[in-house]
Structure formats: C-alpha cells, structure tokens
C-alpha cells in the first residue's frame, strides 16, 4: 500500500482510494462493486481467497476497466483473462530457497515441522509445496513431522510449537514457517521452553524477523519484496489506464536472508 501511494503521490492525474476488505471475501466483492459505482478507471485487489475471485473478474469485465491482482496468485498456471494482470512472486520458489538454507543448516538430516498459512491461500499452499518438493530432490534424510495450519498469526504459531514440543521433544530440529509472524512466534515457543537446537525459518523479513536474523533467534527468512510488488502492481494500472501495453504477469523475484547478508536489508 504505502509503495503504490508512493508510486502515485506525485501523479496529479490520479486520485487513489484505498479500502480494507479485512481479510473478508464478501467484504472485499461489495467494496470493488461500489468502487465500480463510482466510476473508478482501474483496479488494484491483494486478493482474500484466492479461489474466490471470480465475482471481481467478471464486475470488472463488465466495467471494462482494468484488473490488477497482486501479492496473491489466483491463477496458478493457468493464463490470464484479457485485461486482468498480476504482479507478484512465484510462491513455490519462497518455499524452495528456504528449505534448501534449512537442509544446510541441518546439516541434510533431522526432522522438520511446517507452519502453514491459511488454507484457501495460493502462498500457504505453494510455499509448503516448495519446502516438501526440495525435501523430496535434495534432502532424502530429512523428514516431515508434522504440517499444521497457523492462519498467519504469531500466537498460533507460538501454540502449535508448543505442542510439536510435547510431542516429538529433541526429534524436533527446524521449523519452516510460510511467514514471519508464525515463525517468531515459534522462537517464543522455543525460547520460552530452553531449546537452542531448533532452526526456525519464515518468509517476508518483516522488521521484527530481521531483527531476530541479526541475533541469531531465527535463522533465515525470505523477503518477498512488498515494495517491489506494490509499485509493479501501481505501474501496470497506470500504464493500461493511460493505453500503454503491459505483460499480463509480472514477478518479483524472492530472496533468501540470513546472517551473512542482512546487512543488505536493513
């Protein structure tokens, strides 16, 4: 949000309205409906469910304005609509970089516990895709305890650590989370029980998940660079709106951060 309105702030010919559809997905299809009523020329949507968005697609086809997902994939594979974009990162490969940086740090054996986000979400789906994918291909003496939904917050994340503790005790040695919030959540957990031995991983690099980087309580967490992905997003709406061409599908690349560059994203 703040790198589209940076994107637009000295745009004098743009007026950007923004609203919070609260993680509501009928919240979110009444609020594009009004936008629409109000003669708005192109769409924006970080969209709640990702295999819910039919209702926007087809409001903004009939508008014949254009569509711009970004953050959240709900295309998958598949090809876009005419007039609708997206621009974002390929989840699985967030997966990917932070299970090969675990399998290193492991040292390519032990057990792995996987916080995944909300269900219905393309991220949560694909990241884990990613983590038991590069499991399967490069660490055949890692295993997977246990995958579990912590919708995101930082509190599940905290209980369910608790709970993978009592359960596997010192079989347990890392902890893929599908973002920050679950996995500093987990270091509390770990933290809070006297177990050192944990590698705990997220992905975002929230600020609060590099500052625990940089001390040592998390060992990694992958940035999917929101800045990149807001002003993207903001460049495709004002190309299109004012007849430019743009590429239906744009990408933002993720990176791994760790100790060794952090320095770099801070």
Do not use: C, H
């Not at 003669?39 to 819910?52: E, F, M, S, Y």
């Not at 040292?107 to 393309?122: F, H, S």
């Not at 509390?188 to 006297?194: P, T, V």
């Amino acid at each position: 949000m703040d790198a589209a309105k940076k994107f637009f702030a000295g745009k004098a010919d743009v007026e950007l309205i923004l609203q919070d559809a609260q993680e509501d997905v009928i919240r979110q299809q009444d609020l594009v409906n009004t936008l629409i009523s109000k003669g708005v020329k192109a769409l924006i949507v970080v969209p709640v469910n990702t295999g819910a968005m039919e209702p926007i697609i087809q409001a903004a086809a009939d508008a014949k304005i254009p569509l711009v997902f970004v953050n959240r994939n709900p295309f998958g594979e598949n090809a876009l609509p005419a007039n609708v974009y997206y621009v974002g990162s390929q989840e699985i490969i967030a997966g990917q970089l932070q299970m090969e940086a675990m399998g290193k740090v492991m040292g390519g054996k032990g057990n792995v516990a996987i916080l995944m986000g909300k269900l219905d979400n393309e991220g949560a789906v694909k990241r884990t895709e990613g983590n038991e994918a590069t499991i399967k291909a490069k660490f055949p003496n890692i295993k997977v305890l246990a995958k579990e939904t912590g919708n995101w917050q930082r509190d599940q994340g905290m209980s369910l650590t608790e709970n993978w503790l009592t359960a596997y005790g010192k079989n347990l040695n890392g902890i893929l989370a599908n973002n920050d919030e679950m996995a500093l959540g987990a270091v509390e957990a770990l933290k809070a029980a006297g177990r050192k031995d944990v590698f705990v991983m997220g992905v975002d690099a929230i600020p609060d998940a590099k500052v625990a980087v940089g001390n040592g309580s998390l060992a990694a967490t992958v940035l999917q660079d929101a800045v990149g992905q807001g002003s993207g997003a903001a460049g495709v709406a004002y190309t299109v709106v004012k007849g430019g061409k743009s590429a239906s599908v744009i990408w933002v690349p993720f990176v791994l951060v760790n100790k060794a560059n952090l320095s770099k994203y801070k």
